[in-house]
């Protein structure tokens, strides 16, 4: 038997912080981390305190978000 597929909501929601504007995902109702402008075309993805990666895109870092959140709370 297979297992059903179960859709599961992403989204992404900008909030200020402090002055700073972050572009917060949410998967499901959760916060999987948030992205951050650093330069011009460079971002940082935010995980946890303890995990915070360089991306070059917005794209690479939500796709970057998503993985981390399915390999530590999915």
Sequence with gaps: MSKSKKNIE???ET???NGEEREVL???KQE???LRTIEDEKFEAV???DNV???KSLDEGIEL???QY???KG
């Design 10 to 12: 992403v989204s992404l």
């Design 15 to 17: 909030k200020n912080v």
């Design 26 to 28: 949410f998967v499901g």
């Design 32 to 34: 999987a981390g948030y």
């Design 47 to 49: 995980f946890d305190d």
């Design 53 to 55: 990666f360089k991306v």
């Design 65 to 67: 978000l998503i993985s």
């Design 70 to 72: 399915n390999l530590h």
